[in-house]
């Protein structure tokens, strides 16, 4: 049974920071690329940052982009995301997810597996 399990979220000030972690199990790690996602209340889950199986390609969206960094450590089975100088709109639920296509995917829809999500809150 594959299983993707965040933690790391929390209620922080603006230009706070914090580290998310997805710990992965029941599946080969280093094979699948990893994504982290985000949803805020009445708004469409939308993709923060991605990086490939090797870790040798990321991707960020614009609005997080000298912000946010995606790293990986597959002999941890463990992908993170660090948060620097949040902001409130940075304030959602955010998601890891695993593709079996191993490449930086910029779609949900080919994402295969998916953990429950951590909050994280930016107060202003």
């Known amino acids: 049974q594959v299983q993707l399990v965040e933690s790391g979220g929390g209620l922080v000030q603006a230009g706070g920071s914090l580290r998310l972690s997805c710990a992965a199990s029941g599946l080969t790690f280093s094979t699948v690329g990893m994504g982290w996602f985000r949803q805020a209340p009445g708004k469409e889950r939308e993709l923060v940052a991605a990086i490939s199986r090797s870790g040798s390609t990321t991707y960020y969206r614009d609005s997080v982009k000298g912000r946010f960094t995606i790293s990986r450590d597959n002999a941890k089975n463990t992908v993170y995301l660090r948060l620097n100088s949040l902001k409130p709109e940075d304030t959602a639920v955010y998601y890891c997810?695993?593709?079996?296509?191993?490449?930086?995917?910029?779609?949900?829809?080919?994402?295969?597996?998916w953990g429950q999500g951590t909050h994280v809150t930016v107060s202003s």
């Open positions: 997810a695993a593709s079996v296509l191993g490449r930086v995917v910029d779609t949900n829809l080919r994402y295969d597996y």
